[in-house]
């Protein structure tokens, strides 16, 4: 029997040292990815502000070489230079394209932190009293345990722990 006692103890000690660094290494890769994403925003509002300044400055370009330049060989590397620049406005725009989709897997993974966050936080005294309060009288309307987990958007073993607890300590 003490065997197996111990034996338990240690798988049990295992799987918490397993899922704490499965946390941990969960936290690292979210600070890892919230370092990438700021770096790449940098990087693209560096991008946007130079294409809009070669964007601002290729019309003026355009017009000087019009007027200037009537040679085809001129000409050709004009076209050469604009294919060049709407390459680029492509792979700025498909470099956007791909921001978004990791701010949204981002801010999704954010979003799910902060509710995981929210679950944790205790309630405070008053809080917790105008809950009993709440259940106390849905109770006291002749609801059930699950109608008012449901109606007060609670799971049932919260509603009847909530309860059961505040109606011993008000005997």
Do not use: W
Not at 24 to 52: A, G
């Amino acid at each position: 029997m003490e065997y197996i006692l111990f034996v338990a103890g240690i798988v049990i000690i295992f799987i918490s040292l397993f899922l704490t660094h499965r946390a941990q290494s969960d936290n690292d890769q979210y600070f890892l990815e919230n370092e990438m994403i700021s770096e790449v925003r940098i990087l693209k509002k560096d991008l946007e502000s130079k294409l809009e300044n070669i964007s601002k400055n290729k019309n003026d370009f355009n017009h000087i070489l019009n007027n200037e330049l009537n040679n085809n060989v001129q000409k050709k590397e004009l076209a050469i230079l604009n294919e060049k620049l709407e390459e680029l406005i492509f792979k700025v725009e498909e470099f956007e394209f791909k921001l978004e989709g990791i701010s949204e897997r981002l801010n999704h993974s954010n979003n799910l932190s902060k509710l995981d966050n929210i679950e944790k936080t205790p309630l405070n005294n008053a809080d917790k009293n105008n809950e009993y309060q709440e259940i106390k009288k849905l109770i006291d309307q002749g609801l059930s345990i699950v109608e008012v987990a449901q109606k007060l958007d609670m799971g049932s073993r919260e509603v009847e722990l909530i309860y059961k607890f505040n109606s011993r300590r008000e005997i």
